[in-house]
């Protein structure tokens, strides 16, 4: 495929840096385009899927949204990955704590993702449940996150394809059968389409909901707020 692809209208490629950070918001990345970046230039609308590609402390990044689920992450990281030889995605987004010991506002880093997703078995034949982040990325957003002083969790997140469960509570098995500690909807695919693409991604959360508390944050609040997952993912890029 040339570019530019169905989805992201930029031609030169040279336009979207090798680093990208992925909310799914689009809304939200055009708030860290506008508050952290700067030299700005948008280089998508397509499907309002906003994306700008700036500069922060002299290093040009580039911030795009990848919608909500594996379907529209996939598509996304995939084209970025494969047509804009981007190395490094970066995901910041919100998640659901299964554990009591997660609060609202608190920054997890995903160590691997359990799924029930037919996606990577049908977009490349890896038939497992359990696919990891990069862990040299890891290692370094650790090293990052203890500069800063900003505490993070780590640990296995649930990464589903369905948001509304007829079955409430399924959460708690999914929890202490396979070791979950969150749940959002995006992560197994990124880090599917890393694997078979031969490129690095990690996936950074700040809990916006738990399912065990019953606890929310709002809209305006998961679009503005998490500002500790973004420094770090921009002092990381």
Known sequence: MSIPTPHIETKDKHMIAETVLMPGDPLRAKFIAENFLENVTQINSVRNMLGYTGTYKGREITVMGSGMGMASIG???????????????????????????????????????????????????????????TVALNDQVVKVAKELEIPIHRGRIHSSDVFYRQDFDSFKNIRDEHGCIAVEMESFALFANAKILNKEATCLLTVSDSLVSGELTTSDERQNAFTKMMTIALELA
Do not use: H, P
């Not at 997660?102 to 497992?128: F, H, I, M, T």
């Open 75 to 133: 598509i996304y990281s995939y084209e970025l990955f494969a047509f804009y030889d981007v190395k490094k995605i970066i995901r910041i987004g919100s998640c659901g704590a299964y554990s009591k010991d997660l609060n609202l506002y608190d920054v997890l880093l995903v160590d691997d993702c359990w799924s029930e997703s037919s996606y990577a078995k049908v977009q490349s034949g890896y038939d497992k449940d359990v696919v990891e982040a």
